[in-house]
């Protein structure tokens, strides 16, 4: 009786699960990271806050059905201990080394993000790559259930314009593109349409044509949020995918 137990609490944990790759495409290592809301979950995935992947490698981990608000990324230019203390010089400041803390550990800038949340709503996974804030990496998220496909699959960083490069790597060239909000474009960043902060807060006062530098991102990238109501604007597709398909979903770094 107790074998039979034990193999029905693992088929019901395997059943309440989802699995996601992060797959490191990239010619070089970079040093992925997951952050997990600890206010919105009281499940967290199997997979450490961070790691170290080397070129064309990938882990595969499980993550709750309950899953909500997500956020893998990848660091560049790291730097660490054998005991994980450092840092990196883009996607970094997470708040732990090489282990995010899995309380405070959000993305440091410049940082391309995918956003994952499960049953959003009640019956849809939604999921993007978001670039608003800045963009480090390309980055692609596709399901095994054909859901539509979210990414930003372009190196920005060469054609960024000058005002939003930055920081600069060791060699002396710049490894982020920053967002005219973060670069300081657009004054006072507590009322700013850079920012769709103070007066411009709401999507009537900051649509698409207020924001520095918008068609930059979104016409190399039409497939990712590049401003704060980009959704709402109706320049992404943000369909998601229906929850009942319990789908998996692979990131991916480099596609």
């Given at each position: 009786m107790k074998s039979i137990y034990l193999v029905s609490l693992i088929a019901?944990?395997?059943?309440?699960?989802?699995?996601?790759?992060?797959?490191?495409?990239?010619?070089?290592?970079?040093?992925?990271?997951?952050?997990?809301?600890?206010?919105?979950?009281?499940?967290?995935?199997?997979?450490?806050?961070?790691?170290?992947?080397?070129?064309?490698?990938?882990?595969?981990?499980?993550?709750?059905?309950?899953?909500?608000?997500?956020?893998?990324?990848g660091r560049r230019y790291c730097n660490f201990t054998t005991t994980g203390?450092?840092?990196?010089?883009?996607?970094?400041?997470?708040?732990?080394?090489?282990?995010?803390?899995?309380?405070?550990?959000?993305?440091?800038?410049?940082?391309?993000?995918?956003?994952?949340?499960?049953?959003?709503?009640?019956?849809?996974?939604?999921?993007?790559?978001?670039?608003?804030?800045?963009?480090?990496?390309?980055?692609?998220?596709?399901?095994?259930?054909?859901?539509?496909?979210?990414?930003?699959?372009?190196?920005?960083?060469?054609?960024?314009?000058?005002?939003?490069?930055?920081?600069?790597?060791?060699?002396?060239?710049?490894?982020?593109?920053?967002?005219?909000?973060?670069?300081?474009?657009?004054?006072?960043?507590?009322?700013?349409?850079?920012?769709?902060?103070?007066?411009?807060?709401?999507?009537?006062?900051?649509?698409?044509?207020?924001?520095?530098?918008?068609?930059?991102?979104?016409?190399?990238?039409?497939?990712?949020?590049?401003?704060?109501?980009?959704?709402?604007?109706?320049?992404?597709?943000?369909?998601?995918?229906?929850?009942?398909?319990?789908?998996d979903y692979t990131v991916t770094f480099c596609p």
């Amino acid at each position: 009786m107790k074998s039979i137990y034990l193999v029905s609490l693992i088929a019901v944990a395997s059943a309440s699960a989802r699995t996601v790759t992060v797959k490191n495409a990239c010619s070089f290592t970079i040093w992925p990271a997951l952050f997990t809301d600890p206010s919105l979950n009281s499940a967290i995935p199997s997979q450490p806050t961070g790691w170290e992947a080397a070129p064309n490698t990938q882990v595969s981990f499980t993550v709750p059905e309950t899953w909500t608000s997500g956020r893998i990324w990848g660091r560049r230019y790291c730097n660490f201990t054998t005991t994980g203390e450092g840092s990196c010089l883009d996607g970094g400041l997470c708040s732990g080394g090489l282990l995010c803390d899995p309380r405070t550990g959000t993305a440091g800038n410049p940082a391309t993000l995918a956003e994952i949340t499960f049953h959003s709503g009640g019956d849809r996974d939604f999921y993007d790559v978001s670039i608003v804030d800045a963009f480090n990496l390309p980055m692609r998220i596709d399901t095994n259930k054909g859901c539509s496909v979210q990414s930003c699959p372009v190196d920005l960083i060469p054609n960024c314009p000058s005002a939003l490069k930055g920081p600069l790597g060791p060699t002396g060239l710049p490894i982020g593109c920053n967002s005219a909000c973060l670069a300081g474009i657009g004054g006072n960043p507590d009322d700013s349409p850079a920012c769709c902060t103070g007066s411009y807060s709401i999507p009537s006062t900051c649509p698409p044509s207020k924001v520095p530098y918008y068609s930059f991102f979104k016409s190399n990238c039409p497939r990712a949020i590049t401003f704060p109501y980009d959704e709402v604007s109706g320049s992404i597709s943000t369909t998601g995918c229906s929850s009942d398909l319990k789908a998996d979903y692979t990131v991916t770094f480099c596609p």
